[in-house]
């Protein structure tokens, strides 16, 4: 079993900054990659970054230049600077890992922490 527990979300008003983590734990294949989605209300869930073991990036059109997505591996760890806030990224924000090799498969998510952003 895999455990993803979050931290970070809030309140912040329009122009502010939050940082979220993510700590995983559990039976984790070391090649994976681990990302930040999100869902706002009556919408679907997208994603906003992912990053890689090798700490390759994507992102989201929408956030790009705004927010950063890091890792440690050592700790299973990935966290998401989000600077620049607007109203338009308040959502429920969800952790995700997963991975795909020949003898082991793996897709899990976090609980989902909220992000509100005032305007």
């Known amino acids: 079993q895999v455990q993803l527990v979050e931290s970070g979300g809030g309140l912040v008003q329009a122009g502010g900054s939050l940082r979220l983590s993510c700590a995983a734990s559990?039976?984790?294949?070391?090649?994976?990659?681990m990302g930040w989605y999100r869902q706002a209300p009556g919408k679907q869930r997208e994603l906003v970054a992912s990053?890689?073991?090798?700490?390759?990036?994507v992102y989201a059109a929408s956030v790009k230049g705004r927010f950063t997505i890091s890792r440690d591996n050592a700790k299973n760890t990935v966290y998401l600077q989000m600077n620049s806030l607007k109203p338009e990224d308040t959502a429920v924000y969800y952790c995700?890992?997963?991975?795909?090799?020949?003898?082991?498969?793996?897709?899990?998510w976090g609980q989902g922490t909220q992000v509100t952003v005032s305007s």
């Open positions: 995700n890992i997963r991975w795909i090799v020949s003898t082991s498969t793996g897709n899990y």
């Open positions: 990053i890689n073991s090798g700490s390759g990036t």
């Open positions: 559990g039976s984790i294949f070391s090649i994976n990659v």
